[in-house]
Each structure stands twice: as C-alpha cells, then as structure tokens.
C-alpha cells in the first residue's frame, strides 16, 4: 500500500523559515518524481515545484511566486522528500500536500500538512 | 505560463442529473490534461489523465474529453458521492503544471 505523510506545518512569523518533510513507503521511491501543491484557504491548487530523481539530474522546478525562496531536496535512502521554505509570506498560508508523479499526472497524494503565515 | 480557466466555478444538480464541467487551456496542451476531484479536508483524487483515460478503479459514469485548448469532464449521472470539488491540470511540456480554479459541485 502507498503511503504518503506530510509533517512540519506549523505557525510561523512573516519572514521566517520552515521545513516540511514528506515520508513515503509502497513504491520506489528513488525512480519517483515528487511535487509539492499547496492550496490556500478556500482557493484552487497551486503547483508548487518539483523535484526530479537522482537518475534524472535531481533537478529541481519552482513556481514563480516561490522561486529563490523555497528549495526541495530529497533523500532517496529514507524515501523523503523536503521543501525548505524561506522568506515567508502570509500569501504562503495554505496546506501543503507532497505527491509523486506516475507519468505526467499525480496519482499518490498526502494529507496535507497546514503551514500559516502571520503577519 | 499556461492558465487554465475552468467553468462554472460553481453549479447545483441533482442526484442523476447530467453535469458537464469545462477546463480550457490559454494555448495549446495537445491532451496533457488531467482531472481531479476533491472532497472538503481530503487530498485531490485522480479521476482522468491524459484527456480522457479513466484511472482505474474511478466509476465510469465519469469521461473526459477534448484536446488542444478546450476540455470537459462529464458525470453521466450524478450520485451522492460526487458532491465535491474538480479541478483540471496541464501537464504540457516543461513546468508550471498550473491547476484550474475548481468547480464546486453541490446539492439542488
């Protein structure tokens, strides 16, 4: 069985920092490409960045909103992957949810882990 | 950046009503389009990807057409269960794979 957990929401200060974790466990973790989506309360979805395999350059893709702000690793020998955010803003509040692309779509999900930004 | 606007951004129907929901794409995506549904607190649901190609396991009262900039999702006959959110993504080419806004789907 696929499992997907999100971890380290938290409430944070305008301008500060925080590092969600996502641990995987039910497919092979180091051939997968990880997504971040996040959605802002009440809002759509938002892509968020994604970050490719080691086989694949591990090269990583962010949206513009977040790019130079927030980084994704991954660590293929626990089969996570991380977004370090930085800089944050109150426009960053949303729920963040980790998901690992099967093709060209997403298939596994997370729960979500909630991330709000204070002024 | 591709956007995608979906419409409506809301609709009511009832149990066994017809309902169809539009994506379209600000420029070409050939069929790199993908649906998903979304129950209120719960992670999006893979319905359709590719355009038209139902996910296993998802009810085949559900279909996917379209390609190029215009896409539908259509419930043949809507159930209980399909009370919730869908929204279509592109997937074309090279990232943003930017989301539509969604289209609540309630209860008449």
């Known amino acids: 069985e696929v499992q997907v957990v999100e971890s380290g929401g938290d409430l944070v200060k305008s301008g500060g920092s925080l590092r969600l974790s996502c641990a995987t466990s039910?497919?092979?973790?180091?051939?997968?490409?990880m997504s971040w989506v996040r959605q802002a309360p009440g809002k759509g979805l938002e892509w968020v960045g994604r970050?490719?395999?080691?086989?694949?350059?591990?090269?990583?893709d962010y949206a513009a909103p977040v790019k130079g702000r927030f980084t994704m690793s991954r660590d293929d020998s626990k089969s996570m992957v991380f977004l370090q955010m930085s800089s944050l803003k109150t426009e960053d509040t949303a729920v963040y949810y980790c998901?690992?692309?099967?093709?060209?779509?997403?298939?596994?999900w997370g729960q979500g882990t909630l991330v709000t930004v204070s002024s | 950046d591709i956007q995608m606007t979906q419409s409506p951004s809301s609709l009511s129907a009832s149990v066994g009503d017809r309902v169809t929901i539009t994506c379209r794409a600000s420029?070409?995506?050939?069929?790199?389009l993908n649906w998903y549904q979304q129950k209120p607190g719960k992670a999006p649901k893979l319905l359709i990807y590719?355009?038209?190609t139902l996910q296993s396991g998802v009810p085949s009262r559900f279909s996917g057409s379209g390609s190029g900039t215009d896409f539908t999702l259509t419930i043949s006959s809507l159930q209980p269960e399909d009370f919730a959110t869908y929204s279509c993504?592109?997937?074309?080419?090279?990232?943003?794979?930017?989301f539509g806004q969604g289209t609540k789907v309630e209860i008449k």
């Open positions: 970050i490719k395999s080691k086989a694949s350059g591990e090269t990583t």
């Open positions: 420029q070409s995506i050939n069929s790199n």
């Open positions: 993504q592109q997937t074309y080419s090279t990232p943003p794979w930017t």
């Open positions: 998901t690992a692309e099967r093709g060209s779509y997403y298939l596994f």
């Open positions: 590719s355009a038209f």
């Open positions: 039910g497919f092979i973790f180091s051939n997968a490409w």
